[in-house]
């Protein structure tokens, strides 16, 4: 069985990131996909409590074996200096089983530049708004949401198990949404 970690919108926030991490320590994730903006607030947002992006990148660094990461609209070459594993990919493929996963930020890809289709998942974060839809017939999207700035509801970050998906409270781990992939 297989445990994803589904984080977005880090946005440099140690404090996030810590509470993150220790929430998912019970899941054991076998790896973590990080749908970028990891180490910058950007220039429209104000800069988080707890703003210390040199010491994000040494805790994930940390997790390097474990990462997969796409590029975020708030992440650049300057970041990947800081970072031990690749975060400068716009979009990545992955498989779970026989089904194709697409990670990617979500603000440069349509669906059909991505080529997804029924039974297909989409990560992507960007909006900082956590949920669940269906784009197209058959594909499910998942926002996990940010973990330190979410624009709606509680901080939160995504988990995969076993064909279940679920996104959670940064907080206290609590359940916010869920969906089974069948």
């Not at 493929?93 to 997804?116: D, I, K, P």
């Amino acid at each position: 069985m297989t445990t994803l970690a589904i984080l977005s919108d880090i946005h440099g926030c140690l404090p996030a990131l810590e509470q993150t991490l220790l929430q998912l320590q019970p899941y054991a994730p076998d790896y973590y996909l990080l749908l970028g903006d990891l180490l910058n607030h950007g220039p429209r947002n104000p800069v988080p409590q707890g703003y210390a992006p040199a010491a994000v990148a040494e805790s994930l660094n940390q997790l390097r074996t474990r990462i997969l990461a796409v590029r975020g609209n708030c992440d650049s070459e300057v970041d990947q200096m800081l970072l031990a594993f690749p975060c400068l990919s716009p979009y990545n493929f992955l498989l779970l089983g026989s089904r194709r996963c697409c990670m990617t930020h979500g603000h440069l890809y349509s669906l059909e530049q991505l080529a997804l289709g029924s039974g297909d998942v989409l990560f992507s974060g960007h909006t900082h708004l956590a949920g669940f839809s269906e784009p197209a017939p058959g594909l499910l999207a998942m926002n996990p949401g940010s973990i330190a700035m979410p624009r709606q509801g509680p901080a939160s970050f995504g988990l995969y198990q076993n064909g279940h998906f679920s996104i959670r409270e940064v907080e206290d781990g609590s359940l916010l949404a869920e969906r089974t992939w069948s």
